[in-house]
């Protein structure tokens, strides 16, 4: 795909690499044409430091044939390879292809070593230093970048350590978020709830379910308005792993606690989202790196 605006760009650059080229090609057969004229004392006539005078030499000819080659490479190089605006080249040649091509080949290559992986049971890989020192690897450099080198998160990234899992945590689901991603929605609830005041109610009745501070008679008063949110995260509030609504009676907070925090989340809603690793990791590799975050949960992470 080509990254111009429009066509004509790609008519000037290789236009103007072109010119280029050739003005220096043009430059050279000038420069080999023009016949030096010696003076007596063969010098430019140019003197530094008293004595020091400019020979008035031509330049070497296995000089100027250096230069020609280097014309020559140029023009032969643009016409292999992209260089010359939107034209790719008669080799095909791109860095995405070259990128395909490693990553393909490196996949190839590591395919023996996680064969035995592929059929072994998360809790055995788990227990496998081998496969875990595998895992710490995949994740660092697929997942670290979120949840953090010591998997714990932070504010809008789930700690993968605590057991507390919006869509489950069974090796299964597991593999199932890191192959296919997750998409997290809570629409905005305010016109559901009622007033602004209602909303500062539920916020503190959505508080007052994992014992967190909050304002006891307006979570009274926030009790019945709830059930605005009970079709996600339940009467009782313990959520739906199935939804991936999260359980508020546990005292974890993905975005931040306290009633302002809340009342946001509630007028505004969120949107969260974690990639699919399908295209980057093969199918073995992913059942390594979910054993290794299921270990994280289950006291068996490799140290």
């Not at 507390?164 to 809570?186: A, F, Q, S």
């Amino acid at each position: 795909m080509s990254d111009f605006f429009n066509y004509f760009w790609s008519v000037y650059i290789a236009a103007v690499t072109l010119v280029g080229i050739l003005g220096c090609f043009l430059l050279l057969v000038l420069v080999a044409r023009k016949k030096v004229i010696p003076s007596t004392d063969n010098t430019t006539g140019h003197v530094w430091d008293e004595d020091l005078r400019e020979l008035n030499n031509p330049m070497p000819k296995w000089w100027m044939g250096l230069f020609v080659i280097t014309v020559i490479f140029g023009l032969a190089y643009l016409a292999a390879y992209p260089g010359l605006g939107a034209f790719n080249g008669k080799l095909g040649w791109s860095q995405y292809g070259a990128y395909d091509k490693e990553m393909e080949k490196a996949k190839t290559d590591l395919e023996p070593m996680y064969a035995k992986f592929v059929s072994m049971p998360t809790e055995e890989m788990a227990k496998d230093p081998q496969a875990m020192a595998i895992g710490e690897r995949l994740f660092m450099n697929n997942c670290a970048q979120c949840h953090g080198s010591d998997a714990r998160g932070g504010k809008s990234f789930p700690n993968l350590t605590d057991g507390d899992w919006l869509h489950g945590g069974t090796p299964e689901k597991i593999k199932e978020t890191i192959t296919n991603g997750r998409i997290g929605v809570m629409p905005p609830m305010a016109a559901a709830v009622g007033t602004a005041d209602d909303v500062r109610n539920v916020a503190n009745y959505a508080l007052s379910l994992s014992g967190s501070p909050h304002d006891a008679v307006r979570a009274s008063l926030g009790k019945s308005k709830f059930v605005a949110c009970a079709a996600c995260h339940g009467m009782d509030g313990k959520g739906n792993p199935a939804l991936g609504a999260p359980n508020l009676t546990d005292d974890i907070w993905l975005h931040g606690w306290g009633e302002a925090t809340i009342v946001n989340m509630i007028n505004n809603g969120k949107h969260n989202e974690m990639p699919a690793q399908k295209d980057k990791l093969t199918e073995a590799q992913i059942a390594v790196l979910a054993s290794y975050v299921w270990s994280f949960s289950n006291g068996q992470a490799q140290k």
